[in-house]
T-cell receptor, first 114, second 110 residues
Framework: DTGVSQDPRHKITKRGQNVTFRCDPI?????LYWYRQTLGQGPEFLTYFQNEAQLEKSRLLSDRFSAERPKGSFSTLEIQRTEQGDSAMYLC????????????FGQGTRLTVV | KQEVTQIPAALSVPEGENLVLNCSFT??????LQWFRQDPGKGLTSLLLIQSSQREQTSGRLNASLDKSSGRSTLYIAASQPGDSATYLCCAGTASKLTFGTGTRLQVTL
């Protein structure tokens, strides 16, 4: 297992376009998280999946954002009608469903909206 | 709502020094406290996880402590090296959410 994988690593898009990011968690990890990080800040929580169920969403996740995790495996994060303020690093993490388990992060997808 | 604060925001030390990074959190109802390292433009690398029932964890030159009742954690780095230069992030974890501080940017100079 090579860890949490995110694709693409970088994405440049024009304002108004839709983008989709993919996250492949570590095998058998039930929990999956999406975070957004801007320069000089810590990661901000976006959403959390337990298997295929999306159990928590941040207020940051406006109606332009949607996330899915079909079959409880990989996950996608889609941003519709992108805005310049969406430019950030989008990070995915996964962990097992036990109380005291490490979360492992992918390398992130760097989004630039021009 | 959980809030995590890290002090200092930035730190520069000469090689070989021991140093302490501080983290405080407002809600003590956590499952664990995890320390991460982040290099510029990269993802997060897990360094240490302290379970809520534990007081400290050690890995090589790193030692992390947890005082849940006072809402504090520290990361101690012994004999710092230039390769330790990075941003260190503290994270308070529950089942459904990991809450991060804004990090301490560490530079270790030759």
């Amino acid at each position: 297992d090579t860890g949490v994988s995110q694709d693409p690593r970088h994405k440049i898009t024009k304002r108004g376009q839709n983008v989709t990011f993919r996250c492949d968690p570590i095998s058998e990890h039930n929990r999956l998280y999406w975070y957004r990080q801007t320069l000089g800040q810590g990661p901000e929580f976006l959403t959390y999946f337990q298997n295929e169920a999306q159990l928590e969403k941040s207020r940051l996740l406006s109606d332009r954002f949607s996330a899915e995790r079909p079959k409880g495996s990989f996950s996608t994060l889609e941003i519709q009608r992108t805005e310049q303020g969406d430019s950030a690093m989008y990070l995915c993490a996964s962990s097992l469903m036990t109380q005291n388990t490490e979360a492992f992060f992918g390398q992130g997808t760097r989004l630039t909206v021009v | 709502k959980q809030e995590v604060t890290q002090i200092p925001a930035a730190l520069s030390v000469p090689e070989g020094e021991n140093l302490v990074l501080n983290c405080s959190f407002t809600d003590s109802a956590i499952y664990n406290l995890q320390w991460f390292r982040q290099d510029p433009g990269k993802g997060l690398t897990s360094l240490l996880l302290i379970q809520s029932s534990q007081r400290e964890q050690t890995s090589g030159r790193l030692n992390a402590s947890l005082d849940k009742s006072s809402g504090r954690s520290t990361l101690y780095i012994a004999a710092s090296q230039p390769g330790d230069s990075a941003t260190y992030l503290c994270c308070a974890g529950t089942a459904s959410k990991l809450t991060f501080g804004t990090g301490t940017r560490l530079q270790v100079t030759l």
